[in-house]
């Protein structure tokens, strides 16, 4: 019986560091935290933005495996929510950076002003398609 849990612990300890290396990787293939240090002039914590991002990922899961209980309330819940909504945004943003898709989709259509609009319309779009998938159906 113990053979059996030795072997699960290390099975699922195997596959949740490949899943957080290929996060990682992704990450760091798209370029999106250098980037982001970058535009907010904060290039000297990169490093530390790397490991925060890390961090949270095992913080996560650890809530999420052993059900752990966050009594902080809608405030911090909020908060969380509001974190996470610009950190899938800006993956989003840096990954429609990296193929490029919105130059080609603006020269397509003869866009010359107005880019700002588009990102921010779909951005209410994905804000409003989340409220309906979670609140209504």
């Known amino acids: 019986m113990w053979i059996r849990n030795l072997f699960l612990t290390v099975y699922g300890l195997s596959a ?12 760091s293939m798209i370029g999106i935290i ?12 990169a490093r530390l933005y790397e490991d925060f991002i890390a961090l ?6 650890a809530v999420f495996l052993y059900r752990i209980k966050i009594p902080l309330g809608y405030p911090m819940l ?6 996470g909504g610009i950190f899938i945004g800006c993956l989003i943003g840096a990954l429609a950076e ?14 010359q002003k107005g880019i700002a609009s588009v990102i921010y319309a779909l951005a209410l779009g994905k804000m409003l398609g ?3 998938q979670f609140y209504l159906f």
């Open 78 to 83: 909020l908060i969380f929510g509001l974190f």
């Open 34 to 45: 250098p980037r982001l240090a970058a535009m907010t002039k904060s290039i000297k914590y």
């Open 130 to 132: 989340c409220y309906l």
């Open 16 to 27: 949740g560091a490949l899943t957080a290396a290929g996060f990682l990787a992704f990450l």
């Open 98 to 111: 990296v193929l490029k898709s919105l130059p080609i989709f603006s020269r397509r259509i003869a866009l």
């Open 56 to 61: 949270g990922g095992v913080a996560g899961t």
